[in-house]
């Protein structure tokens, strides 16, 4: 999977956990308002980064396919 793809994976975890991802939110609006913060957003990101990395990542491993979405099974079987 190259840097684009995990970019795109990272930001669709990001919209599934919270769909109000995309919305921009002022730290002065009140807790009701849609949205997150820059501050907010940047946690996520990295939540979700460290969901990929220590949970997605070895499972693209352990079943053989590559950071370019190959299958490597059969090389690895020789």
């Given amino acids: 999977m190259n840097q ?3 970019d795109r994976l990272i930001h669709d975890m990001c919209m599934t956990y ?3 991802f995309g919305l921009h939110k002022n730290p002065d609006d009140p807790s009701w308002v849609a949205g997150l913060t820059p501050i ?3 946690a996520l990101i990295i939540t979700m ?3 990929f ?3 997605i990542k070895p499972l693209l ?3 053989n396919i590559d ?7 059969s090389e690895t079987s020789n």
């Fill in 4 to 6: 684009v793809e995990k």
């Fill in 18 to 20: 919270r769909h109000d």
């Fill in 40 to 42: 907010e957003r940047k």
């Fill in 49 to 51: 980064e460290q969901i």
């Fill in 53 to 55: 990395e220590h949970n």
């Fill in 61 to 63: 491993s352990k079943y």
């Fill in 67 to 73: 950071e370019d979405n190959n299958d490597i099974s």
